[in-house]
């Protein structure tokens, strides 16, 4: 499984997807849940760590890849959108 350096600490290569339709979404988080994390976007995509994908087409849910996700998308799902300036 592939990881990315990140300072003295070491993280998964993580990927954005989306799910054909709320159906198909909710039945892939029911099955990622508790075997992989990742987050939820408001915009409907999903962070996943690389491996969940091959998980998912072995359980036949489809999916599409957005692609790889940078360090700072990553931070910004934790964190939540950037305060306004004042």
Known sequence: MPFIAIGPY????????????????KR???????????????SGEHIVPEAALEALAEQNIPFSVIGRTTYEQQMAAIRGPAPTSV
């Open 28 to 42: 892939a988080l029911a099955f990622l849940l508790g075997r992989f994390s990742g987050s939820v976007l408001r």
């Open 10 to 25: 070491y993280q998964f290569a993580m990927v954005t997807i989306t799910f054909p339709d709320r159906e198909t979404e």
